[in-house]
């Protein structure tokens, strides 16, 4: 007979038992004594995080480079309300990451932190799971790591504070650990018109998205790609996935490069591999108008999000792309030509920089494209939202998709130094470098910069300070009105973060980035480089 034990033991063990990574969070009552048994009695790893927010979106940074489920706990009340902005980042990222959190007990109807959690989950498009009683806590539990892991969104476990004290058998079955998504291989009508229009295309392009950057996934459309003699793309949290091919087009979409451009107006057929075919990958459906395109998705939930294509099939790419390339070996199809017009190099290169003539001003593009030769070469790269962005996306390159993290899904500045944290939890010897900018930092970035130092994390923070909010700055500027409404007289930043206690180095010109070189070479700490920039002379995006 099974050992009675309290519910928070119970869920702390099955936690453990499941190994499915770190626990992030911030503690209450309801939530204190789960995280206290899954770090000391079950040596598990606990990342205290320094607000709620923060706690939910190093998950989802841990999920998003990890592959796996992302877990977080917090108490209830304003707790759960600081980590709204979060789960609607998760829900529009496609991240499955499971919120443990706590609620007010039953009939305390007086109690101060007492707010309808559920109705506030439901409206991010997050999913809910109530634990039910207390003998079904974990058996609720593991559903909701199921349902995180198949709608590929973050899911709330939420727990009464009183019922985690009831005593129940120290039963976890069933395991926690979320199943194997099967793959399969589409068949019928819908394959065998998708062939005919891949077998018709004069001037195909094979997209990959993030659900097709595996290992098996790559190579089957690199093998794709050359039987029917088409460029490769992909979309940006792919970025990079078939970086030293021939043909490589980079990314699609906005930030493509203008020989990718010019390749993909030409384009008669888009065959889209588990990308979402939003209207940043299609350019506002510029790149897509007037071709046939197809597109792929592990899920049928992943057809048609975006752009709605003339077939949808769901199923594995390497299964996939082996069935159609069976089909145009076996009909003989030749191969469309569309690489002979094209050069096989330099695709994806984007405009050399337009460096500024005093050396006393920066120019952001130069900088960033110094900053990525000096910056460790196997990082994970996470970039923050603002009018920085986009030049850091183009411009800062990875060794593998995995090991990019976009955190902007929601349009919301401030969350990616949180997510920074979480994607480092998820390769502990590999550095991770961010880029934010100085509304972003001040927003979501302070707070949890020292959580990085507490974690000892290798973490270089790219902070671009033009001392204003950037996009605003640029609205106003655009329309010749006043842009002091936008502008924000920022203390130094690399004194902060010594003081937070990390490492700051400030960069006002060239001749500071060998400074810069010095201390990402000595690191031993969270090291932040600030690049003091003229918002006058930035991009806008």
Same mark, same amino acid.
């Given at each position: 007979m099974a050992a009675s034990v309290k519910v928070y033991e119970a869920l702390a063990h099955a936690l453990a038992e499941a190994g499915l990574g770190p626990l992030f969070g911030v503690t209450g009552d309801a939530n204190v004594y789960l995280a206290d048994c899954f770090m000391r009695r079950h040596g598990g790893s606990f990342v205290a995080a320094a607000n709620e927010n923060g706690a939910a979106l190093m998950a989802l940074g841990y999920a998003s480079v990890s592959g796996r489920t992302g877990l977080a706990t917090v108490t209830h009340g304003p707790a759960v309300t600081n980590t709204l902005t979060a789960l609607a980042e998760g829900v529009k990222a496609g991240t499955p990451m499971v919120l443990l959190c706590g609620d007010t007990a039953y009939g305390d109807r007086e109690n101060l932190q007492k707010i309808a959690q559920r109705d506030l989950i439901l409206? #991010?498009?997050? !999913?809910?799971?109530?634990?039910?009683?207390?003998?079904?806590?974990?058996?609720?539990?593991?559903?909701?790591?199921? %349902?995180?892991?198949?709608?590929?969104?973050?899911?709330a476990f939420n727990f009464p504070v009183d019922v985690m004290r009831a005593s129940v058998e120290d039963d976890f079955a069933p395991m926690l650990a979320a199943p194997a998504q099967p793959s399969a291989t589409p068949a019928g009508a819908d394959l065998d018109e998708a062939i005919g229009i891949v077998a018709a295309a004069k001037r195909p392009i094979v997209l990959a998205g993030r659900?097709?950057?595996?290992?098996?996934?790559?190579?089957?459309?690199?093998? @794709?790609?050359?039987?029917?003699?088409?460029?490769?793309?992909?979309?940006?949290?792919?970025?990079? @996935?078939?970086?030293?091919?021939?043909?490589?087009?980079?990314?699609?979409? =906005?930030?493509?490069?203008? !020989?990718?451009? $010019?390749? @993909?107006?030409?384009? $008669?057929?888009?065959?889209?591999?588990?990308?979402?075919?939003?209207?940043?990958? =299609?350019?506002?459906? !510029?790149?897509?108008? +007037?071709?046939?395109?197809?597109?792929?998705?592990?899920? /049928?939930?992943?057809? +048609? %999000?975006?752009?709605? /294509?003339d077939i949808g099939l769901v199923g594995g790419v390497a299964e996939t792309v082996e069935r159609i390339i069976y089909w145009l070996d076996e009909a003989e199809i030749a191969p469309s030509g569309f690489r002979g017009?094209?050069? /096989?190099?330099? @695709?994806?290169?984007?405009?050399?920089?337009?460096?500024?003539?005093?050396?006393? %001003?920066?120019?952001?593009?130069?900088?960033?494209?110094?900053?990525d030769a000096i910056l460790p070469p196997d990082r994970i790269l996470v970039t923050d939202a603002g009018r920085h962005m986009v030049k850091a996306m183009q411009s800062l390159r990875v060794q593998h998709p995995r090991l990019y993290v976009q955190t902007a899904s929601f349009g919301s500045i401030g969350l990616g130094m949180a997510q920074a944290i979480g994607a480092a939890a998820a390769e502990p010897g590999r550095p991770v470098v961010l880029t934010i900018g100085d509304g972003g930092f001040m927003l979501g970035g302070l #707070?949890?910069?020292? =959580?990085?130092?507490?974690?000892? =994390?290798?973490?270089?923070v790219v902070l671009c300070n033009d001392n204003c909010y950037g996009a605003e700055y640029a609205l106003l500027r655009d329309k010749q009105m006043d842009p002091a409404i936008s502008l924000f007289d920022w203390p130094d930043f690399a004194p902060i973060a010594d003081a937070l206690g990390g490492k700051g180095v400030t960069v006002r010109t060239l001749a500071d980035l060998d400074l810069?070189?010095?201390?990402?070479? %000595?690191r031993d700490r969270p090291l932040l480089i600030e690049i003091m920039l003229d918002p006058a002379h930035m991009p806008f995006w």
């Open positions: 409206a #991010t498009g997050a !999913g809910f799971e109530q634990m039910n009683t207390p003998a079904s806590a974990v058996a609720d539990l593991a559903r909701a790591i199921r %349902r995180a892991n198949a709608e590929r969104r973050p899911v659900d097709a950057i595996g290992d098996a996934a790559r190579e089957a459309l690199l093998r @794709l790609a050359a039987r029917i003699d088409a460029p490769l793309a992909t979309t940006l949290r792919a970025k990079d @996935l078939f970086r030293g091919e021939d043909y490589d087009l980079g990314i699609m979409g =906005t930030l493509s490069a203008p !020989g990718a451009t $010019d390749a @993909l107006m030409k384009s $008669d057929c888009i065959l889209a591999f588990g990308a979402a075919l939003n209207f940043h990958t =299609t350019s506002h459906g !510029g790149f897509v108008d +007037g071709k046939r395109v197809v597109q792929l998705a592990s899920h /049928p939930a992943g057809i +048609g %999000r975006g752009h709605t /294509p017009e094209l050069s /096989p190099h330099g @695709l994806a290169d984007q405009p050399p920089p337009q460096a500024e003539a005093s050396l006393q %001003r920066l120019d952001y593009v130069d900088v960033l494209c110094r900053l #707070t949890e910069f020292n =959580t990085a130092v507490r974690q000892r =994390t290798d973490l270089i810069a070189r010095e201390a990402i070479a %000595r």
